[in-house]
């Protein structure tokens, strides 16, 4: 069963939404462009192990996509976290093509691809970390501590060749290609003789993880070293991407190629929502949306039937529905 679907992840659509809102020629754009292919092939090695979790028996295993915790001391994220009776098991999904080689001596991982050399963390460390977080998580729910917790490194580019300095044996054991995920869940199903959670203790710690959960609010504009003031304002069109486009009489009209909507400031919002906050007031919009009034700025609001609080100018209005996160 699965009690956490994975969906798009909110950084990369706020990473997606500043980069249409920078000029390109703004000395930031490469970097943000260059970490959106980063996150984007994260998210598509992500989404690369679905297939091979179907395979798994939804009676018995439960599977929530990409939790993040607090230990108490730190914050923790987890890509995939499989619930059995008799285990848990921590799956940190790698999407890096070329040939890697696991150096366990220096803790390292090095890939080669079309004859360049590149370091990358060891994953192998971060999922004991990760593993050593989630023990400290559960320690004091007496009822869930002594679950054993395993971890797998995915590989989820089949063409990927992976190879290792030393510690053959360990590496084979820990990192996978994606289409062995389900035999090796079974091995470990069959390893482990004893349940150690009832059905009704899975439900709890499932409803737990649930509600610890804690989604991280980054401040785009700060990790970018960027102000208000350099990001492109209005709404662009849907046909050509011209931007200002204009609002009038309850119509967004287009100048470039005279194609009109009635919702395109939605995009437009949602864009201002996560650069910026999910909150707004009627001035905000009208100085982002480049809306000629007050009366104009409150017949959107009206259309999009958002919640909202407070009365008058202090009216702050709620941008959460307009998108999921």
């Known amino acids: 069963m699965i009690a956490k679907p994975r969906t798009y992840p909110k950084h990369l659509k706020a990473l997606e939404a500043l980069q249409a809102r920078i000029s390109h020629d703004h000395p930031v754009y490469e970097r943000v462009k260059e970490n959106i292919a980063k996150r984007a092939a994260g ?191 209005g709404v662009f069109c849907p046909a050509c991407s011209f931007i200002p486009i204009q609002y009038y009489r309850g119509k967004w009209l287009c100048p470039h190629c005279n194609h009109n909507s009635k919702h395109a400031h939605k995009k437009a919002l949602e864009e201002y929502s996560l650069i910026f906050s999910p909150v707004i007031t009627n001035s905000e919009l009208r100085n982002f949306l480049l809306v000629p009034s007050t009366m104009a700025a409150n017949r959107l609001f009206h259309s999009l039937n958002l919640s909202f609080e407070g009365k008058n100018k202090a009216r702050k209005y709620f941008l959460e529905g307009l998108y999921q996160n």
């Not at 009676?59 to 993040?68: G, M, S, W």
């Not at 580019?157 to 820990?174: A, D, F, G, W």
Request: aromatic share 8%; no cysteine.
């Open 43 to 233: 998210y598509r090695g992500e989404q690369g192990i679905d297939y091979y979790l179907s395979f798994l028996d939804e009676n018995k295993y439960t599977i929530l996509h990409d939790v993040r915790l607090f230990d108490g001391t730190h914050f923790f994220q987890i890509d995939t976290l499989i619930l059995s009776k008799k285990f848990i098991l921590i799956l940190e999904v790698k999407n890096i093509a070329g040939t890697l080689t696991f150096d366990q001596t220096f803790h390292q991982l090095i890939r080669q691809l079309d004859e360049k050399v590149e370091g990358f963390a060891d994953p192998i460390l971060q999922i004991q970390r990760q593993t050593l977080q989630l023990r400290k998580w559960l320690a004091p729910h007496s009822e869930w501590k002594q679950i054993p917790i395993k971890s797998l490194v995915i590989i989820s580019t089949p063409r990927t060749i992976v190879k290792s300095i030393n510690s053959m044996k360990e590496i084979s054991e820990l990192v996978i290609h994606t289409a062995k995920l389900p035999f090796r869940v079974a091995e470990l199903e069959h390893s482990l003789s004893k349940n150690i959670l009832s059905e009704k203790q899975r439900h709890q710690l499932t409803t737990t993880l649930l509600k610890h959960h804690l989604p991280k609010d980054s401040d785009i504009l700060s990790q970018y070293g960027l102000s208000q003031e350099e990001i492109i304002k």
